[in-house]
């Protein structure tokens, strides 16, 4: 079931590989609605393992699980769907690979990223950065608030809003009309990632009440 709300990306980049499902778990108990993975630095086979693992704890709670980059191992681990970058496979090609098995998400960063991937059959946004992350190193520029604002009014896909959110941001977040939040610090980098959880979480409630 998606459930545009809380995506907490279990990145390799934030978390030793060790740690990655047993931080995923305390971020669903939190209240994470969708999960995605992003292995850049696993290997292959130890990418499609943690997927596996990942999927057949999720699946059971109906939480959809999303592979970052990788459209290969999101079909071959059967997740729900697949996040893809600017640089990574053009999203007509993605499709054509994966047919209506996969939810696709694509990053934009401008209105014309936006328009262009909505065009081409994206069935999510992932808009950012929104504010200035540590999360990645290849940073585009800062959307703010206006910006963020402009892409999901250019739209009528779910924006995921990503890049330095933290709950404190999530009601100009939302009310900038952001469907919800993608995040990766703020939940993996916490002393209580559960509780990280829900405090987002449970902004985002209360913010669209």
């Known amino acids: 079931m998606w459930v545009w709300r809380l995506c907490f990306i279990a990145d390799s980049e934030a978390l030793p590989q ?3 499902i047993q931080v995923m778990e305390k971020a669903v108990r939190g209240g994470a ?4 993975l992003r292995g850049k630095k696993w290997s292959d086979r130890e990418f499609f393992s943690l997927a596996l693992e990942a999927r057949e704890i999720l699946r059971p709670k109906k939480i959809p699980l999303i592979i970052n980059d990788r459209i290969d191992i999101a079909l071959a681990a059967e997740a729900q769907g697949v996040h893809l970058g600017q640089k990574d496979l053009p999203l007509k090609v993605a499709r054509k690979l994966a047919g209506d098995r996969l939810i696709i998400g694509i990053s934009v960063n401008t209105i014309e990223e936006a328009k ?3 065009s081409e ?3 999510y946004l992932g808009a950012g950065p929104v504010f200035w992350t ?10 703010g608030l206006e910006g963020l ?6 739209v009528s896909l779910p924006v995921l809003a990503i890049g330095g959110i933290t709950a404190a941001s ?4 939302m009310a900038s009309g952001a469907s919800g939040v993608a995040v990766i610090s703020a939940i993996a980098r916490a002393d209580d990632p559960e509780r990280a959880a829900r405090s987002i979480r449970e902004a ?4 669209i009440k």
């Open 18 to 20: 060790k740690d990655i």
């Open 33 to 36: 609605t969708l999960v995605q």
């Open 116 to 118: 262009e991937a909505e």
């Open 121 to 123: 059959g994206a069935n």
């Open 134 to 143: 540590s999360s990645k190193e290849d940073l585009k520029p800062t959307l």
């Open 149 to 154: 604002k402009a892409i999901c009014q250019a």
């Open 170 to 173: 999530i009601p100009e977040i």
């Open 204 to 207: 985002i409630d209360f913010s």
